[in-house]
């Protein structure tokens, strides 16, 4: 697998976008997670947090506090901002009206106007880093995402290898952390993604599943799998190469666990003084043959939580 470990960045011309979707429900969570990132990430950058419509004002008033300055976004004047570029994009503007999703499909693009990051607020950073903002590294990489352990998709198997709804995707696409370059969005194919009812379910993988097809027409990768992780029980992340853990589905749960979460720290004490650079891996094509029997082995095997 080929690594790519970036030289030093050249200064970007502005501080990255970074956006954050959140509900009311993940808050705890997010107040965590949020705060390392502000105390972890060494690129400038600004954040803004999309408001899905549930954020109380008790809640607005701790992530202020906690984070300093970040904009938080509420769900109207996230609407009146994207309203113009969405007058001719019906399918846009449908997908908005059912799903908060479109938040982070739709609306961080839109208001970044060029290179932009996202970061879920269950992505826990452990120390120091670089290389969320890929401006200047000269890579050419037009998205980069984190790197799933399992590919889920709203484009079923007919549709992804023959005949004319067939689409190019990579696996293992997950945009919970991600990166978008400048000219990498497509807000046109967006639209016909999303004007494809074959395309639309299930509903809770159709905003991955866009970027995955983002990703089948651009230069991507995913960001070094060891570096960006997932926390899995049986094992526990290397504290030299590790910078976040995203604590997705079942596993938020761990961010409850005092505990694990000293240890983690503990684990990670002696890294504090080196910044890490985020390293990236080529994105992984497969054909209608092992696509299959990587479906059939994935019902099969154990899933570790």
């Not at 969405?86 to 970044?112: G, T, V």
């Not at 980069?144 to 709203?154: E, I, L, R």
């Not at 666990?257 to 684990?267: A, M, P, W």
Request: aromatic share 10%.
């Amino acid at each position: 697998m080929s690594r790519a470990t970036p030289p030093a960045p050249a200064p970007s011309p502005s501080p990255l976008p970074i956006f954050t979707l959140l509900c009311h429900r993940h808050v705890e969570w997010a107040l965590c997670c949020l705060r390392s990132l502000h105390a972890h990430l060494r690129d400038p950058f600004v954040h803004s947090l999309q408001d899905d419509g549930t954020l109380t004002d008790e809640d607005r008033a701790r992530l202020r506090e906690a984070l300093g300055d970040v904009s938080i976004l509420c769900r109207e004047e996230l609407d009146d901002r994207v309203a113009p570029a969405l007058r001719d994009k019906p399918n846009c503007r449908a997908y908005r009206e059912r799903q908060a999703f479109a938040l982070k499909l739709i609306d961080s693009a839109l208001l970044a106007d060029g290179a932009f990051a996202q970061c879920d607020g269950d992505i826990l950073f452990l120390r120091p880093a670089e290389g969320l903002d890929r401006r200047g590294l000269g890579g050419g990489e037009g998205f980069v995402f984190m790197k799933d352990n399992h590919t889920a998709y709203s484009v079923s198997y007919r549709n992804r290898h023959f005949g004319k709804g067939r689409i190019r995707l990579p696996q293992f696409v997950n945009a919970g952390f991600m990166y978008a370059g400048p000219g990498a969005y497509d807000l046109d194919f967006i639209e016909w993604f999303l004007g494809q009812d074959r395309y639309l379910s299930p509903t809770w993988v159709v905003e991955q599943t866009a970027w995955a097809a983002l990703a089948g027409r651009r230069p991507s990768r995913y960001f070094a799998p060891d570096q960006v992780a997932f926390p899995v029980p049986s094992r526990r992340p290397d504290p030299a190469r590790c910078v976040a853990l995203h604590f997705a589905g079942k596993t938020r749960a761990r961010l409850d666990d005092r505990g694990f979460l000293e240890q983690l720290e503990r684990d990670a004490r002696p890294y504090q003084g080196e910044v890490a650079r985020l390293e990236t891996v080529p994105t992984h094509f497969v054909g209608p043959v092992k696509d299959f029997c990587g479906r059939v082995y994935g019902r099969l095997s154990p899933k570790e939580t």
